[in-house]
Every structure is written in structure tokens, then in C-alpha cells.
């Protein structure tokens, strides 16, 4: 007897009242950036986290790309290696810095290692910016 397990299942509206929230999406035929409900969703977000000045991105990449780019960083900028690709290809994209992982070396006796490995899951990763040695 073959029976499906399922792990997670997603709760989803009734169809009709999908389609009623989508309606204005599949009419203008914008689904991207700058539609109406992206517009609806900052107005919104910027009332409830009372915040004069707000911006949504696709993704972290894009939103790393413009914090790099707003901040005028440039020289090097080294990162966990513990991070997804995107957040060195946004950091290469930038043309004003480069990127180098860093790896912290973890030493824990078989007594601490539990203790050790908790803490290092839990440290906050870092960013160190130095100026860049080529012109």
C-alpha cells in the first residue's frame, strides 16, 4: 500500500479567494518590483514599524548589493565562510571591494565540544572592512 507522507503542507486560501486577491495583478500584468502590492506591502510595513523611510528587495543579495553601494564601501570586506555564495557575489559585484572568507579556528576537547559547538552556531557573523591596497 503506497500512502504519501507529508513532512509540511502548506495552509492555502480557497481558490476563488486566491484568484479575488490576484485579480489586479493578472490585469496590470506586473508581478515584479514596484507593483501595486509590492506598494501596498511597504505603505503598510512603514505604518506598523512606524519608519519614515523603508525599501523590500527580491532577495538578501540585492539588498546587500545596494547597503554596499549606498554605504560606499570599497577596500575588503571579509565574511564567515558559514554564508550562502550570493553574499561574496554581491560583495565582488560592488567593483569596490573585494571579498575573502575567513575561517576561525574551533578548538574544543571532547569534554566542551558540546558547549563550543553551541556557542559557534551562535555567534553573530562579521564584516571587517580595510582599505584597499590597488588604486
Known amino acids: 500500500m503506497h500512502r504519501e ?20 495583478l493578472w490585469n496590470t500584468r506586473r508581478l515584479t518590483n514596484m507593483g501595486e502590492k509590492h506598494r501596498e506591502l511597504e505603505v ?5 514599524l512606524h519608519a519614515p523611510h523603508l525599501t523590500l528587495f527580491a532577495n538578501g543579495h540585492l539588498a546587500l548589493e545596494s547597503a554596499i553601494g ?17 553574499t561574496t557575489h554581491a560583495i565582488v559585484r560592488s567593483e569596490a571591494a573585494s571579498a575573502r572568507q575567513i575561517s576561525a579556528t574551533r578548538r574544543c576537547s571532547a569534554s566542551t565540544r558540546r558547549r563550543c559547538s553551541r556557542r559557534w552556531k551562535a555567534a553573530p557573523s562579521r564584516m571587517r572592512i580595510r582599505p584597499s591596497s590597488s588604486g
Not at 8 to 22: G, H, V
Not at 44 to 48: D, F, R, S
Open 70 to 86: 549606498a554605504l560606499g564601501l570599497s577596500g575588503e570586506i571579509i565574511t564567515t565562510p558559514f554564508t550562502f555564495a550570493s
Open 5 to 24: 507522507i507529508y513532512v509540511t503542507r502548506p495552509a492555502m486560501p480557497l481558490f476563488e479567494e486566491y484568484c479575488a486577491e490576484i485579480r489586479d
Open 44 to 48: 503598510k510595513l512603514k505604518a506598523y
